[in-house]
Structure formats: structure tokens, C-alpha cells
């Protein structure tokens, strides 16, 4: 996969006040889960309506009106944000789980942690050839989650339409990296 | 309490299409479970905006600030509601999955044990409370929910899940605290969902369970 543009939405001026509002809502938890970790805490974010309303409103204005029929969210968080832009943009909302979760027949896709490796997995017949998608997330570190989540789109003939995160780690390693669209919060 | 129970959704055609859009999947996780698949559901928009909108015309009179989803099918429906009504969406997950303190509630299943957390200061005392879950069986996990959000000191008005059954079996009963549910579980595959795992759609042997299996009502079965 190529490296294209990488969006910050925070580029957009006028949304400054709205983004800062946003950042200001998500809670730094040091050293989880593991020493060393800053964890961005975004259920804090989820406790004032109008900063989670700002954020999926956010979202829901860039991808609206661009035929996108499918947001696929990622286990757990992508769970929180997905449904709501995918009911608001008029588009589906399909899964992307941990193994043995999903209860139909699967497609996998093995990614690499920091130590060992993890899958994720997506019903058959969930999405269709040709489809555009949104892949969603509450952050992004690696990519590492988001790639493995584009394979199974792409292996199922959909087209990624662009990953979007509320969050994006500083020290994200850009390479096999698509779109991503992120609020700009560090 | 059912939906269609109630005089403004009697006979209400989307409560149909919501109960026909969730796909049955035969022994999953186990034999003898007729898995409750609301995947399906998520795939059509329509219908997934009709529950939505189903309980948020239920609830956005109610003062509610509050609503909490079970990990992980709660998070799927909980968030659109609370966005809604205006309450602060707060997710009751596995062990260790928050990262700040939390307080934990242990609760039992069929083998052994399990727990539900939240984290502390999420909920405010007073505050009142709606808790949601795509399915309820025996309502072990919700009761866990209720004594979390209690023992926060808020109120529970009422828990919420798009499937469940009529009565509430198994020791657990919901603390006394009202249950409203859109759709019984189905016993038979949907005819236009997809095929699982070969199965055709259509068949209707060995899916209607009896004799090895136990009693219809065993069939439903929570996991996460």
C-alpha cells in the first residue's frame, strides 16, 4: 500500500475551537497498561454529550455525501464511534471483531503486535464488491489494527474510502498507510 | 415489557422488520444455542435507525443523563441513543479493559464466573440511568449492570435490549427494575439472510430443538 495524504482535521481553521474542546475531553491515563504507555482515555469523552455530538459531527460532515455505504468500526471503540456516523451518513455499519466472536462464517486477517500477533475477523456477506468504505477507530498508534481491517475490506472487493480516528499517536510509523483522517489530537 | 405491547407500537411494521432482519444461527457458541445474530440488523440502515429511534422516543422524556452499554453489542446500539436524548454514554466492559479505577461486579454464568467494570466518577449520584444490551437471557449480566450503576449511587430507570424473551428465566431476575425489550428471539434462520456455514436459509429440521437440547427457553444464550 502507498503512503498518500495524511489529513489532519485541525487544518480546518474554523474548527479549532470545536477540536480543542474535543482534546480537552480525553483523559491522559499513564502507564497503562503497561509502564511507559500514555493511555488516551477517550471514555471521558463519551461523558459530555456535546464534545461526543461535536466529535461525530465532525466525521459526519466530511464523509456525508460521498456514496460511502459501509462504516466498518474495530473492537471494541470503533463500536462507540462507527454506529453513530454510519446512521447519520445513511451507510451500514459492519464489525470487525476479535476471533471467535462473530457467530457466522469469517474472513481473518492476522496482524503483528509488539509481541506476538492478534486477527481480526469480519462476517462473509457483510459488505459487497464495490462498496466504498470508512474504517473507524478510537485511535491510531501502529496501524498495525487499521491494516489488517483495510485487508479484509479490500479482500472482499470494497474500496476504502479513508480511516478515521479521533486520536493519532505522535510517533505513528506511516508507512502502509492510506488516508487517514484524524481530529489532530496528540 | 414488549414493544408491541404497548398502544402507540402495536401492530408498528417496523418493529417486523427489526425482528426479521436479525439472523438465527444454529449452535453457536455451543449446540443447542440459537444465536441471535444482530449484525444483520446493523447491515440494513433503515431498520438499525428504526430501533434506534424506537427507544429514543421512548426515553427522551425520561430525564435521563445517563446510558450505560454492555461490552461489546451495548456499545453498538447505547452511544446513538445517548446522543439522541443528550445523556453521556458510559461503557461497562471486561476486566481490565479501562484504564482508570474502576469498581467491578462479579456475576455468574452457566460455568463459572464473570465481571463487568466501570469506571469511578463516571456516574454521579442521582443520576438517572438507562442500561443497554443487544440481548438479555438470564439477565446476569444486566443485574451486574444495575448493581455497578447503584452502587454509584444513580438510579436505574430502566434496561433496554432489542431481543429477549418474555420472562426473564434463570435465578436472575433484574433486581425489580423494569425491562423493555423490542423483539423475541426467533427459533427458525431467517429465510433472507445469507447462508451460515452452508446451512441453506430455508431448512427447517433440526433447527426447532427439543428432547437433548432442553427447553426452548435455554436456547437463547448470552456472550459478548
Same mark, same amino acid.
Given at each position: 500500500?502507498?503512503?498518500?495524504?495524511?489529513?489532519?482535521?485541525?487544518?480546518?481553521?474554523?474548527?479549532?475551537?470545536?477540536?480543542?474542546?474535543?482534546?480537552?475531553?480525553?483523559?491522559?491515563?499513564?502507564?497503562?497498561?503497561?509502564?511507559?504507555?500514555?493511555?488516551?482515555?477517550?471514555?471521558?469523552?463519551?461523558?459530555?454529550?456535546?464534545?461526543?455530538?461535536?466529535?461525530?459531527?465532525?466525521?459526519?460532515?466530511?464523509?456525508?455525501?460521498?456514496?460511502?455505504?459501509?462504516?466498518?468500526?474495530?473492537?471494541?471503540?470503533?463500536?462507540?464511534?462507527?454506529?453513530?456516523?454510519?446512521?447519520?451518513?445513511?451507510?451500514?455499519?459492519?464489525?470487525?471483531?476479535?476471533?471467535?466472536?462473530?457467530?457466522?462464517?469469517?474472513?481473518?486477517?492476522?496482524?503483528?503486535?509488539?509481541?506476538?500477533?492478534?486477527?481480526?475477523?469480519?462476517?462473509?456477506?457483510?459488505?459487497?464488491?464495490?462498496?466504498?468504505?470508512?474504517?473507524?477507530?478510537?485511535?491510531?498508534?501502529?496501524?498495525?489494527?487499521?491494516?489488517?481491517?483495510?485487508?479484509?475490506?479490500?479482500?472482499?472487493?470494497?474500496?476504502?474510502?479513508?480511516?478515521?480516528?479521533?486520536?493519532?499517536?505522535?510517533?505513528?510509523?506511516?508507512?502502509?498507510?492510506?488516508?487517514?483522517?484524524?481530529?489532530?489530537?496528540? | 415489557?414488549?414493544?408491541?405491547?404497548? +398502544?402507540?407500537?402495536?401492530?408498528?411494521?417496523?418493529?417486523?422488520?427489526?425482528?426479521?432482519?436479525?439472523?438465527?444461527?444454529?449452535?453457536?457458541?455451543?449446540?443447542?444455542?440459537?444465536?441471535?445474530?444482530?449484525?444483520?440488523?446493523?447491515?440494513?440502515?433503515?431498520?438499525?435507525?428504526?430501533?434506534?429511534?424506537?427507544?429514543?422516543?421512548?426515553?427522551?422524556?425520561?430525564?435521563?443523563?445517563?446510558?450505560?452499554?454492555?461490552? /461489546? *453489542?451495548?456499545?453498538?446500539?447505547?452511544?446513538?441513543? /445517548?446522543?439522541?436524548?443528550?445523556?453521556?454514554?458510559?461503557?461497562?466492559?471486561?476486566?481490565?479493559?479501562?484504564?482508570?479505577?474502576?469498581?467491578?461486579? /462479579?456475576?455468574?454464568?452457566?460455568?463459572?464466573?464473570?465481571?463487568?467494570?466501570?469506571?469511578? &466518577?463516571?456516574?454521579?449520584?442521582?443520576?438517572?440511568?438507562?442500561?443497554?444490551?443487544?440481548?438479555?437471557?438470564?439477565?446476569?449480566?444486566?443485574?451486574?449492570?444495575?448493581?455497578?450503576?447503584?452502587?454509584?449511587?444513580?438510579?436505574?430507570?430502566?434496561?433496554?435490549?432489542?431481543?429477549?424473551?418474555?420472562?426473564?428465566?434463570?435465578?436472575?431476575?433484574?433486581?425489580?427494575?423494569?425491562?423493555?425489550?423490542?423483539?423475541?428471539?426467533?427459533?427458525?434462520?431467517?429465510?433472507?439472510?445469507?447462508?451460515?456455514?452452508?446451512?441453506?436459509?430455508? *431448512?427447517?429440521?433440526?433447527?426447532?430443538?427439543? &428432547?437433548?437440547?432442553?427447553?426452548?427457553? +435455554?436456547?437463547?444464550?448470552?456472550?459478548?
Amino acid at each position: 500500500m502507498l503512503v498518500r495524504e495524511q489529513l489532519t482535521m485541525s487544518d480546518y481553521r474554523d474548527k479549532d475551537p470545536l477540536i480543542h474542546g474535543i482534546q480537552s475531553k480525553i483523559r491522559v491515563v499513564p502507564n497503562f497498561p503497561k509502564p511507559g504507555i500514555m493511555f488516551q482515555d477517550i471514555t471521558t469523552l463519551l461523558l459530555d454529550p456535546k464534545a461526543f455530538k461535536d466529535t461525530i459531527d465532525l466525521f459526519v460532515e466530511r464523509y456525508k455525501g460521498k456514496n460511502i455505504s459501509v462504516v466498518a468500526g474495530i473492537e471494541a471503540r470503533g463500536f462507540i464511534f462507527g454506529p453513530p456516523i454510519a446512521l447519520e451518513i445513511g451507510a451500514k455499519f459492519v464489525p470487525l471483531r476479535k476471533p471467535k466472536k462473530l457467530p457466522g462464517k469469517v474472513i481473518s486477517e492476522e496482524y503483528v503486535l509488539e509481541y506476538g500477533k492478534d486477527c481480526l475477523e469480519m462476517h462473509v456477506g457483510a459488505v459487497e464488491p464495490g462498496e466504498r468504505a470508512l474504517v473507524v477507530d478510537d485511535l491510531i498508534a501502529t496501524g498495525g489494527t487499521l491494516c489488517a481491517a483495510m485487508q479484509l475490506l479490500e479482500r472482499v472487493g470494497a474500496e476504502v474510502v479513508e480511516c478515521a480516528c479521533v486520536i493519532e499517536l505522535p510517533d505513528l510509523k506511516v508507512e502502509d498507510m492510506e488516508y487517514v483522517s484524524h481530529l489532530g489530537l496528540e | 415489557m414488549f414493544a408491541g405491547d404497548q +398502544n402507540g407500537l402495536q401492530g408498528d411494521p417496523r418493529l417486523k422488520a427489526i425482528s426479521e432482519a436479525i439472523r438465527v444461527v444454529p449452535h453457536f457458541p455451543k449446540p443447542g444455542i440459537m444465536f441471535q445474530d444482530i449484525t444483520t440488523l446493523l447491515l440494513d440502515h433503515k431498520a438499525f435507525k428504526d430501533t434506534v429511534d424506537i427507544f429514543v422516543d421512548r426515553y427522551r422524556d425520561m430525564g435521563i443523563s445517563v446510558v450505560a452499554g454492555v461490552e /461489546a *453489542r451495548g456499545f453498538m446500539f447505547g452511544p446513538s441513543i /445517548a446522543l439522541a436524548i443528550g445523556a453521556k454514554f458510559v461503557p461497562l466492559r471486561k476486566p481490565r479493559k479501562l484504564p482508570g479505577e474502576v469498581i467491578s461486579e /462479579a456475576y455468574v454464568l452457566e460455568y463459572g464466573m464473570d465481571c463487568l467494570e466501570m469506571h469511578v &466518577g463516571a456516574v454521579q449520584p442521582g443520576e438517572r440511568t438507562l442500561v443497554i444490551d443487544d440481548l438479555v437471557a438470564t439477565g446476569g449480566t444486566l443485574s451486574a449492570a444495575i448493581r455497578l450503576l447503584e452502587r454509584a449511587g444513580a438510579q436505574v430507570v430502566e434496561c433496554a435490549c432489542v431481543v429477549g424473551l418474555r420472562e426473564v428465566k434463570g435465578q436472575h431476575g433484574l433486581n425489580g427494575k423494569p425491562l423493555y425489550i423490542l423483539v423475541e428471539p426467533r427459533q427458525q434462520i431467517n429465510c433472507s439472510a445469507p447462508p451460515v456455514n452452508g446451512v441453506e436459509t430455508c *431448512r427447517h429440521d433440526d433447527l426447532i430443538l427439543g &428432547g437433548n437440547f432442553g427447553s426452548p427457553v +435455554n436456547t437463547t444464550s448470552k456472550s459478548d
